[in-house]
Nanobody, 116 residues
Framework: QLQLVESGGGLVQPGGSLRLSCAAS????????MSWYRQAPGKERELVAV????????NYADSVKGRFTISRDNAKNTVYLQMSSLKPEDTAVYYC?????????WGQGTQVTVSS
């Protein structure tokens, strides 16, 4: 029943911006930590950003600090990733994640390509 659905990916030029969305269902969204990960071809999946359920505290990978912002709307069961000043090395499939009862759950991913 738990489901995560990412959207908002696409092709953008270097320096551009994009906002990703993750629609969640099947669990009490407001009680859980939500995260964004990304994976480029030939590379390990890496943690990009985290937003906690209490007080909305956040953490970011060093590579995206100052450029990306994670946020959540508990009334809409949605987590967002606002990306700006995009670089070619940001090109990857971006995944939404939740850890619930000891298990990791993932969305289908959304492709982000940064190229001129």
């Amino acid at each position: 029943q738990l489901q995560l659905v990412e959207s908002g990916g696409g092709l953008v030029q270097p320096g551009g911006s994009l906002r990703l969305s993750c629609a969640a269902s099947g669990f009490i969204f407001s009680s859980y930590v939500m995260s964004w990960y990304r994976q480029a071809p030939g590379k390990e999946r890496e943690l990009v950003a985290v937003i906690y359920s209490v007080a909305g505290s956040t953490n970011y990978a060093d590579s995206v600090k100052g450029r990306f912002t994670i946020s959540r709307d508990n009334a809409k069961n949605t987590v967002y990733l606002q990306m700006s000043s995009l670089k070619p090395e940001d090109t990857a499939v971006y995944y939404c994640n939740v850890l619930r009862r000891g298990l990791n759950y993932w969305g289908q991913g959304t492709q982000v390509t940064v190229s001129s």
